[in-house]
């Protein structure tokens, strides 16, 4: 026995499937994993940079662990991920206790590290980026037991002037094909129902090598035996394609639920965020969406804030939102990235502003999500029983093929099971209903 690990996973998808394979390569090597930071041999950070109140969020971690080592020196403190890879060394100079510092592109190396540094206790910062690299036949130790994240490609070529992520990612490069069918196959093998088919922008997905697009790879991925339902996130609104779009409509297991982040509703700020298309170009894509997808629900990502935005762009966005109607909508106050476009443009816009601004797009939003759920009272979905509701554990959770949260009482039904249920309580966030027998 080698000891013990905790991995703390800041961030995205894709942090969450990183780190899945950073714990393989700690199993493999003979750690198990235990919940405690007080008894663990390793811990790690996986982090994300996305906006600054996620930086806060590590540094304060980074500061409490300190005291994990003062009482155990021999602990290996390792920080992975996309901070890692923006900050580097500055990491460890502002943190000394800190025994590694592993960039983004080098999640296979994890294993080889961390046993060099138990062996040699010298500290390690390799932060290198390798803009064709793709990982392969990692160890994966799985976060869930029914659901699957499957990272399709790894980095990003877009480039929105408010975004850090092509920079700590790197360029887009995608896994072949027969790799991606590979691991939902053994997936499904080991029990796994749903898989997650992750990249920054899954639909440029092979358009690297060639050898398969998106639509392509989902009609693949669709015909896995034993995987009933495939998703996949995050999808660009410049390149969703007709024949994507159909992919969807003809597939089996295929979820009608597309995130589509528009980002913002107002052509200026569109054009100053480098999203390349119109709020007009998005309303005939998203209106291609719900024609041939009558059921499916679509969500959104907006930010608000943007330098230079003013009372009227923000009034468009708010229009724009009520014209979408969107199921849900994740929103973000504008964080300043330090080496963004965006983070050298005038006219940033006050704090409180932008906090008002937020409030009323998320009262808008939430009216929207309620008046929608509303609509589904007294209909029936198939839910997949995920597991107990986190509230009250005579209450199952799961989720609709949109993606919609449903909690049910307890019957004989058991976690992976498909069932029918009747909404009777819609609510903004989730429905609640009962199982049709
Ligand atoms: N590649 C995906 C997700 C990127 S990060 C996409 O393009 O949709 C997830 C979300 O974080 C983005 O959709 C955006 O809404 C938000 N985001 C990114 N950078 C941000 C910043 N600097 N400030 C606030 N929100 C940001
Ligand atoms: Fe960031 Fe834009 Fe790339 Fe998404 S598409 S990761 S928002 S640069
Ligand atoms: Fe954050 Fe990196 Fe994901 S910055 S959102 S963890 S790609």
């Known amino acids: 026995m080698r ?16 780190a899945e394979r950073m ?51 021999q602990l290996i403190f390792g920080i992975t991920g996309c ?14 206790h800190i025994d590694f510092v592993l960039g983004t592109g080098k999640v296979q190396e994890l294993g080889r590290i961390v046993a060099e540094i138990a062996a040699k206790r010298t500290p390690v910062v390799d932060v290198a980026l390798d803009a064709r690299a793709v990982e392969e036949h990692l160890p994966i130790a799985r976060s869930g037991t029914l659901s699957a994240w499957v990272p399709i490609m790894y980095g990003c070529n877009n480039y929105c002037t408010y975004c850090i992520v092509p920079y700590v990612r790197g360029r887009e490069r995608s896994r072949m094909p027969e790799e991606v069918v590979a691991e939902v196959r053994r997936a499904a093998a080991d029990g796994y129902r749903e898989v997650t088919l992750l990249g920054q922008n899954v639909n440029s997905y092979g358009k690297d090598h060639g050898q ?104 468009e966005t708010l229009d724009f939102l009520r014209e979408m109607r969107y199921d849900a909508a994740y929103t973000f106050l504008y964080s300043k990235r330090s080496g963004t476009p965006a983070a050298a443009m005038a006219a940033q816009v006050p704090d409180e502003v932008k906090h008002a601004r937020l409030e009323r797009l998320m009262a808008v939003q939430n009216e929207i999500s309620r008046a929608i759920n509303e609509g589904l009272r007294s ?9 107990a509701s986190k509230n009250d554990p005579a209450v199952w959770s799961g989720r609709t093929r949109t993606n919609k949260i449903v909690l049910f009482p307890h019957g004989a039904e058991r976690v992976g099971d498909f069932v029918q249920v009747k909404i009777t309580q819609p609510q903004t966030w989730v429905l609640k209903g009962e199982v049709v027998r």
């Open 212 to 315: 398969a697009d998106f639509a392509d790879l989902l009609r693949m991925v669709d015909a896995v035996e034993g995987i009933r339902r495939v998703r996949f996130m995050t999808s660009h609104p410049k390149d969703i394609s007709d024949k994507l779009i159909d992919t969807i409509k003809n597939g089996t297991h295929i979820c009608e639920h597309i995130h589509l982040p528009v980002q913002y509703g107002s052509n200026r700020i569109l054009k100053a965020m480098n999203r390349v298309y119109t709020v007009e170009q998005y309303r005939e894509r998203a209106r291609r969406v719900r024609e041939a997808l009558p059921g499916a629900s679509l969500t959104t990502d907006l930010i608000v804030g943007f330098p230079g935005e003013t009372e009227e762009d923000f009034a």
């Open 379 to 387: 209909a029936q979905a198939e839910v997949m029983v995920e597991g």
């Open 23 to 73: 714990e393989g390569q700690l199993q493999a090597a003979g750690y198990v994993r235990t919940e405690e930071t007080a008894d663990a041999d390793v811990i790690l950070i996986n982090t994300c940079c996305v906006r600054e109140t996620a930086e806060d969020k590590v540094y304060g971690k980074i500061g409490e662990i300190k005291k994990v080592k003062e009482r155990h020196p």
């Open 3 to 18: 000891g013990r690990y905790k991995i703390l996973v800041y961030g995205c998808q894709m942090n969450i499937a990183d």
């Open 83 to 96: 901070m890692a890879q923006k900050e580097g060394e500055n990491l460890m100079r502002r943190a000394p």
